[in-house]
């Protein structure tokens, strides 16, 4: 088990962050990823994910997140890392989180394939500080206002969607 363990850790290293960062899913690569954003930790909760996008019944809800999916997925403590991937091919899929909480001045970096799925501001409470952003595998901005801002995907924005909640 542990060669096994350690033949993926040494494989993964040849694969950008990128791809790392899709195998969040394996418990057990936590500090190794934790290790490499220099945090003490890594907490990605994935919380009702897969219903973001959906029929926004919460009212108050932004591209499908409700208050509850940004309590599942808060990041406001100081040593979280503040990641939003999505695919490196041109196939849709959902964000993973789509919905976050943050605290004002921290910053969220998107990693996946920016020139097919183009990251682009979808509803906010006011000005976004979300930009567009059409090429390259990331993009990182800071929020320094309170409020709820959506970001899509520019080329499929049914599909995928969220929302990243900054408070106080």
């Known amino acids: 088990m542990r060669t096994a363990r350690s033949a993926l850790v040494a494989s993964m290293w040849s694969r950008s962050l990128v791809s790392l960062v899709s195998l969040v899913s394996f418990v057990s690569l936590a500090p190794v990823l934790a290790s490499i954003a220099g945090c003490d930790s890594l907490v990605l909760h994935e919380g009702d994910a897969g219903d973001a996008g959906g029929d926004g019944g919460d009212g108050g809800a932004l591209n499908g997140c ?26 849709p899929a959902q964000y993973r989180p789509p919905c976050m909480r943050i605290r004002t001045g921290q910053t969220v970096t998107w990693l996946g394939d920016l020139a097919s799925h183009p990251l682009t501001p979808h509803g906010a409470t006011g000005g976004s500080p979300i930009g567009s952003v059409s090429s390259g595998t990331s993009a990182a901005f800071t929020f320094s206002t309170p409020g709820v801002y959506g970001f899509a995907c520019a080329h499929h924005p049914a599909q995928m969607l969220g929302a990243i909640d900054v408070v106080p």
């Open 66 to 91: 409700t208050a509850s999916d940004f309590a599942a997925n808060d990041h406001t403590a100081a040593g979280d890392l503040r990641l939003v991937a999505f695919p490196e091919s041109p196939t």
